[in-house]
């Protein structure tokens, strides 16, 4: 099963995304006028709070 959402990155850069099932994920950076970066198998584990996924866009 597939599911999409989507979300805007706060001023401090972090993106919060509540009550995602536990799993792993592929994350897509997508910004119009740059390439996306994707990464998979990002793990997901319910009350914890993910890091490491950073991106750098670029034109």
Same mark, same amino acid.
């Given at each position: !099963? !597939? !599911?999409? %959402?989507? +979300?805007? @990155?706060? !001023? &401090? *850069?972090?993106?919060? $995304?509540?009550? $995602? =099932? %536990?799993? &792993?994920?592929?994350?897509? #950076?997508?910004? +119009? *006028?740059?390439? &996306?970066?994707? #990464?998979?198998?990002? =793990?997901? @584990?319910? *009350?914890? %709070?993910?890091? *490491?996924? &950073?991106?750098? $866009?670029?034109?």
């Amino acid at each position: !099963m !597939m !599911m999409m %959402t989507s +979300t805007a @990155t706060e !001023m &401090d *850069g972090t993106q919060v $995304l509540a009550a $995602l =099932p %536990t799993g &792993d994920y592929r994350v897509v #950076f997508s910004v +119009t *006028g740059f390439g &996306d970066v994707e #990464f998979s198998n990002v =793990p997901v @584990t319910a *009350g914890e %709070t993910v890091g *490491g996924v &950073d991106a750098v $866009l670029a034109a």
